[in-house]
């Protein structure tokens, strides 16, 4: 049964950090990345990452401050956010691809969503 669990979010100041987690069920040889949809701005494909983890993509936004890695024993795909910005206030979406591109994956629409954790980040 495909299914996309996401957990983590919640509320953090300005400069904090944030691990997302989600829980992947049957979607082994799926990329999966994290997308996000803040009020009022077009949704965006932050991080991606290939079935095997050897490849990922990073948007411009979080280059440097995000990082996605995957444990395919857990069936985990994590996303460690640091030096949150109040930009990255927004709903975080795991999203699966078949895509074996993980730039390909995080621009595209995705196969498989999650519901969603929403990530805010306020003094």
């Known amino acids: 049964q495909v299914q996309l669990v996401e957990s983590g979010g919640g509320l953090v100041h300005p400069g904090g950090s944030l691990r997302l987690s989600c829980a992947a069920s049957g979607l082994d040889d799926y990329t999966i990345g994290w997308f996000r949809q803040a009020p009022g701005k077009e949704r965006e494909g932050v991080s991606c990452i290939t079935s095997r983890g050897g490849i990922t993509y990073y948007a411009d936004s979080v280059k440097g401050r995000f990082a996605i890695s995957r444990d395919n024993a857990k069936n985990t795909v994590y996303l460690q956010m640091n030096s949150l910005k109040a930009e990255d206030t927004a709903v975080y979406y795991c999203?699966?691809?078949?895509?074996?591109?993980?730039?390909?994956?995080?621009?595209?629409?995705?196969?498989?969503w999650g519901k969603g954790t929403l990530v805010t980040v306020s003094s």
């Open positions: 999203v699966a691809d078949r895509s074996s591109f993980a730039d390909y994956a995080c621009r595209g629409s995705g196969d498989y």
